[in-house]
């Protein structure tokens, strides 16, 4: 296996774990994030623009989605509980 494979493996296998411990809502922000950075990075690179302010465009506008819709999901969790609760 080559250097680079076994580096990607390593990052891969760390991000993966490192994700055990956190909240769904944290979890949704993250992973928001990278799929915006990727995005932005994308359209911005086929668009003949910087890839980078792409990158940091589009994963602020991805975790800024991703928090959002985690807390959406709490706030459903939590009045579907209280009203299981009545």
């Known amino acids: 296996?080559?250097?680079?494979?076994?580096?990607?493996?390593?990052?891969?296998?760390?991000?993966?774990?490192?994700c055990a411990g956190m909240t769904q809502q944290q979890q949704r922000t993250l992973s928001g994030g990278a799929i915006g950075a990727a995005g932005g990075a994308a359209l911005s690179a086929i668009a003949?623009?910087?890839a980078a302010v792409g990158a940091t465009l589009?994963?602020?506008a991805g975790a800024l989605t991703g928090f959002l819709l985690g807390e959406q999901e709490k706030q459903k969790t939590y009045h579907h509980k209280k009203r299981?609760?009545?």
Do not use: E
């Open 84 to 86: 299981r609760v009545r």
């Open 48 to 50: 003949g623009g910087n």
């Open 1 to 18: 296996m080559s250097s680079s494979r076994c580096l990607l493996l390593v990052v891969l296998t760390v991000f993966t774990f490192g």
């Open 58 to 60: 589009g994963g602020a």
